[in-house]
């Protein structure tokens, strides 16, 4: 039966309660407070506290307060800190799934994973982040007697700021491995998607996590982000290019660093001798997933022109059969839209394309009936670059068909946009599908699958190419990033410069013979 808003219930983990303890943990000295709404139905479920200037110039004098004694701890009782934490996330996956669907509206087959993201993290340091962190010994100029070690030392506090599209994978996995590496951290998540990283800082502070290193604090982002940047000792942001661009500037300005993950407008090819059913399967995950708000979702697929209308009508079918629905349990294919600002976004995207000559292949409506934000899964076909999804991300359940002759004229199509964030590739020939891949200007490549693979790899890199990020999360550099790289270099006997008696020049000579030999010895 397909339920209507007004047939739900919010689940009975997400109380008053609860929801009331979460939002306590904001400061919000001013008494202003911004509504969150259950997607699915527009019911308010708290007022979340609005945090001014002072109150985040404050969290961040409480974090590292809190974070000189996290650096001092040794590293091996931070970890256990996460060894913990990996269990109770693990054990609490199914109340922090209800808190993301009733402030994001996803359906919980996509809430349930996202859950899963901070305890991969978590693993994948918990193995990683002794040896990345131990001071590493290199040789020195002259061998034997000069040695130089590499020692890693925690930025401070690391201001994120968090999208609400994945709130608590981004929120709180964002932040693991800048508290395993000794920082503190100041989350700043959507007004929209606050309670399941709040969530998330209760669960760790559970574990053992230092009370006062995690702060969160909450606002619009022009309000909160000036002063969160100017306090931070490095930043971490998710979210949409233009504002990448104004962080980057902030933070240049202040001399952090800083990693943006940033938009995409990402491309999948379909080679000719693809398996259809399965690259047909992988597009709608790739176009329909998370209702189509995945920054490494797909808005543009190119097809072969010979299987061109083999990929299309299959394709059609099976968006048409989705099951869109707001419900708390696994049954729907597909959830709402973030918010009815997004749906309008969103919708003005279709109607432009319309309005320009793209054919609505099936969907292009709201779907109010369904919910207040609701949009059909939507296939187009002919939309070109002057059309507003032609060119710039849609970021909803939205997609775009294109035929292409040879492979070098897909390859160049994809290659045609700013962004450069992720790109899918399908072939029966895998080797062929790679080679055709590594052609694609992109951070993230996927061979017969849309994203999972690449951004589920923990241990390496993910991070967008050109308009789409600068940094990366992930991998070694994912934990290296929070760090500072210092160069602690030792003389054991003064050997610099001309012993007593000796010209320069002869000095100069000795040195220049030195360079050669150590060359060709494979020394230094």
């Excluded at 202003?32 to 709404?37: D, G, I, K």
């Excluded at 490095?234 to 943006?260: D, K, Q």
């Excluded at 690449?454 to 990020?469: E, F, I, Q, R, V």
Aim: aromatic share 6%; with cysteine.
């Amino acid at each position: 039966m397909t339920l209507t808003p007004l047939g739900l219930t919010r689940p009975a983990s997400t109380t008053d309660a609860l929801v009331q303890r979460l939002v306590a943990r904001v400061p919000g000295s001013t008494g202003a407070t911004w509504t969150l709404t259950e997607v699915y139905t527009g019911d308010a479920v708290v007022e979340l506290p609005q945090s001014s200037p002072g109150d985040i110039e404050q969290a961040f004098a409480v974090a590292r307060a809190a974070q000189r004694k996290w650096a001092a701890t040794p590293l091996k009782d931070r970890l256990a800190v996460f060894k913990r934490a990996h269990a109770i996330f693990v054990d609490n996956a199914r109340t922090v799934a209800d808190l993301i669907q009733v402030e994001s509206g996803k359906n919980r087959r996509m809430a349930i994973e996202e859950t899963c993201d901070p305890p991969m993290v978590m693993s994948h340091y918990l193995k990683r982040a002794a040896k990345l962190l131990a001071p590493t010994r290199r040789g020195g100029p002259v061998p034997l007697l000069t040695t130089s070690t590499e020692i890693r030392q925690p930025k401070g506090v690391v201001g994120i700021i968090a999208p609400w599209n994945f709130p608590f994978a981004t929120g709180i996995s964002d932040a693991v491995p800048a508290l395993m590496a000794g920082n503190a951290v100041v989350l700043k998540p959507d007004n929209k998607t606050a309670l399941s990283p709040l969530y998330g800082v209760q669960l760790l502070e559970e574990a053992g996590l230092p009370a006062g290193l995690f702060q969160v604090v909450c606002g619009e982002g022009p309000d909160v982000g000036p002063t969160l940047i100017d306090n931070a000792d490095y930043v971490m942001f998710t979210g949409s290019t233009a504002t990448g661009r104004v962080i980057g500037e902030r933070a240049g300005r202040n001399l952090i660093g800083c990693c943006l993950e940033l938009g995409g407008k990402n491309p999948m090819i379909v080679l000719e001798d693809a398996d259809m059913t399965e690259a047909v399967q992988g597009a709608v995950f790739g176009a329909f997933g998370n209702t189509g708000q995945i920054c490494m979702h797909i808005e543009r697929i190119y097809l072969p022109e010979s299987r061109y209308d083999e990929f299309k009508n299959a394709f059609v079918a099976k968006a048409e059969a989705l099951d869109v629905r707001a419900s708390y349990d696994f049954g729907p294919d597909m959830g709402s839209l973030v918010s009815v600002d997004h749906m309008h976004r969103v919708k003005s995207h279709v109607d432009d394309a319309v309005a320009k000559g793209a054919t609505v292949l099936c969907g292009g409506k709201p779907r109010p009936d369904l919910g207040p934000a609701f949009f059909e899964p939507t296939i187009l076909e002919g939309v070109t670059k002057d059309m507003r999804c032609g060119v710039t991300e849609t970021f909803g359940p939205v997609v775009a068909l294109h035929k292409y002759g040879t492979v070098d004229e897909a390859v160049a199509l994809a290659n045609d946009t700013d962004y450069g964030l992720n790109a899918s590739v399908w072939g029966g020939d895998v080797d062929a599908a790679c080679a055709v891949a590594s052609r694609v200007e992109s951070g993230n490549l996927n061979i017969n699958d849309i994203l999972a693979t690449a951004y589920a790899s923990k241990g390496t890199p993910s991070g967008g190419l050109k308009s789409s990020g600068v940094g990366a999360r992930h991998g070694d550099q994912g934990l290296l990033k929070y760090t500072d790289a210092i160069n602690m270099a030792v003389l054991k006997k003064q050997v610099m410069g001309p012993r007593r008696g000796q010209t320069y020049e002869k000095y100069v000579e000795g040195m220049l013979s030195a360079l050669k030999m150590m060359r060709r010895f494979r020394i230094r």
